[in-house]
Each structure stands twice: as structure tokens, then as C-alpha cells.
């Protein structure tokens, strides 16, 4: 059964901090690999999307990397920001059309001023 | 450009209730998806659409059905509400072209309450 567990499910961070935040999987065949944010009382937003041969991209302050051969990523927070708190969903796709998605259960992070 | 619109907000129901929840997107998306999100839980999958005029079931579609006469619209229906069925649901679209990077784009949700 394809799985997406991510670590930990929640965490407290001062501002200006840095977090890292993890995520392992199992499943096949892999297409693609998801950071989404997702807001109180919002959809997810996507940050960043990796392929089976990238193994780190960024968007602004946030940083993902990826480990096919561990099945494991990871999502970095830069300097944090009061506006960083919400929940972050790793999304695992599987399939060759990459239309299978096993979403983990989200790290609620909370940035204190 | 309005992206992905979801009516209602909120909504509660008693139990046995029906109702229809809508999904609007304006992208000319061919893939639509309809999802719960429950506490501690990650998103489920209940139904999909790949294109005007075709379904199919996901992971957790009992208790729903849905409906795709246009392409900008993707109905949730709930013929006879229950309290497991409280959740926030949300719709997402995507391109229908074959790309690994194609995202989904999500809504803003429905809060749906049974009582």
C-alpha cells in the first residue's frame, strides 16, 4: 500500500529560526514528489515539485530535497517568518501519468515572534 | 482569473440531508478531483473526473456521487447526510497534458458539518 509519512507533525519555531522538515514514502512506481503549504481555512499551495532525477529544488526561502534511493525528502525553512506558520503536505505521485497522489498527513509548523 | 471556486464555505446538516457541493474552475483543466480532509489524517481521494462527462471512484467514495456536465464544473453530491461525513472538502484541477510537473491547483474548501 503506497504510504507518505511526514515528521514531525508539529513543531514551534521562533522567527528568523531555521526548520527542516521530513518526509518518508513508499510508493511505486514514483512519478513525482510534492511540497504543498496549506494555510487555516485554505487549499494547499504548491511549492515545489521534484522528478525521480532532481534531488533538491527551491522556492524563495524554502528548499526540498529528495532521496529516491532512501525514499525520503525533506523541506527546509529559511530564516523563518511569522507568515510561514500553516501546515506543510508532502505529496507522493505515483503512476506515468503521475495522476495517483498518496498525500501525508502534514507538519503543522507554528512560528513565534 | 479565479483559479479554482468552491460554493459553499460552510454548510451544516442534519443527518439523512442531501445536499450538492459545487467546483468551478476556469483553467480549461480536464482533470478535476474532489477530497476530504480530516484531522490528522492526509487528503482522500472520493472521486475524480478526467474529462466532460466521465467519473470514476476513489479511495473513499461511499456515501457520494458526482457529476461532470461541463468542463468548468465537477458536483459533489450527498444523498443522505452522516455524521462521519463531516470533513472539509476540497476540489482540484489539473491539466490534462502528460507532465510530470503538472500540479493540482485546490480550492478554498467546504466546512461541512453533520449533526
Known amino acids: 500500500k503506497n504510504q507518505v509519512e511526514q515528521s514531525p507533525q508539529s513543531l514551534i519555531i521562533l522567527e528568523g529560526k531555521n526548520c527542516t522538515l521530513q518526509?518518508?514514502?513508499?510508493?511505486?512506481?514514483?512519478?513525482?514528489l510534492r511540497w504543498y503549504k496549506q494555510d487555516t481555512g485554505r487549499g494547499p499551495v504548491s511549492l515545489t515539485i521534484m522528478t525521480f532525477s532532481e534531488n533538491t529544488k527551491s522556492n524563495g526561502r524554502y528548499t526540498a530535497t529528495l532521496d529516491a534511493d532512501t525514499k525520503q525528502s525533506s523541506l527546509h525553512i529559511t530564516a523563518s517568518q511569522l507568515s510561514d506558520s500553516a501546515s506543510y503536505i508532502c505529496v507522493v505521485s505515483a503512476g506515468a501519468a503521475g495522476n495517483k497522489l498518496t498525500f501525508g498527513g502534514g507538519t503543522r509548523v507554528l512560528v513565534k515572534p | 482569473n479565479a483559479g479554482v471556486t468552491q460554493t459553499p464555505k460552510f454548510r451544516v446538516l442534519k443527518t439523512g440531508q442531501s445536499m450538492t457541493l459545487l467546483c468551478a474552475q476556469d483553467?480549461?483543466?480536464?482533470?478535476m478531483y474532489w477530497y476530504r480532509q480530516d484531522p490528522g489524517m492526509g487528503l482522500r481521494l472520493i472521486h475524480y473526473s478526467v474529462g466532460e462527462g466521465t467519473t470514476a471512484k476513489g479511495e473513499v467514495p461511499d456515501g457520494y456521487n458526482v457529476s461532470r456536465l461541463k468542463k468548468q464544473n465537477f458536483l459533489l453530491g450527498l444523498e443522505s447526510a452522516a455524521p462521519s461525513q463531516t470533513s472539509v472538502y476540497f476540489c482540484?484541477?489539473?491539466?490534462?497534458?502528460?507532465?510530470?510537473?503538472?500540479?493540482?491547483?485546490f480550492g478554498p474548501g467546504t466546512r461541512l458539518t453533520v449533526l
Open positions: 483553467m480549461n483543466h480536464e482533470y
Open positions: 482540484a484541477s489539473r491539466s490534462g497534458t502528460a507532465s510530470s510537473y503538472n500540479e493540482q491547483f
Open positions: 518526509c518518508n514514502y513508499t510508493v511505486s512506481p514514483f512519478s513525482n
